[in-house]
């Protein structure tokens, strides 16, 4: 982590963002040992101040990429997604892989709930269509 700090900014006119979307980062015991390790950077733990800085250098044409279990972030903020499962990293846009249950379920990860919840209103939708000569037993 402090090396890849330091290979981003080298020079003090150099600027980026080295975001850490983990909250074991504050709440596990070897937290403290990392945070300790890297250079005295401005800190926050506020999710919205955190997505509008990253918000500002989208705008500013700076291309981010970062690794996260938050399902609901990647769908949310991604224009594409990897996921490893089953040793191979997978891409694709995220409301199509993240909409994948058995791979989200296979990479361990949790299923977007937007997603859920868009997939049972479809499946409802599609059983109430059903006339009840044709509804399963």
Known sequence: LAQGAGRLLRATSDRGVVAVLDSRL??????AYLTASLPPFWRTTERATVLAALDRLVAAGTTIAFA??????????????????????????????????????RAGLHHPWPLALAAFALDASANARLTPATQPA
């Open 26 to 31: 504050a709440t596990a015991r070897y937290g």
């Open 68 to 105: 996260t279990h938050d399902v609901h972030l990647a769908l949310a903020w991604a224009d594409s997604v990897a996921v490893v499962v089953d040793q191979r990293v997978i891409q694709g846009d995220p409301t199509v892989l993240l909409a994948d249950a058995p791979l989200v379920t």
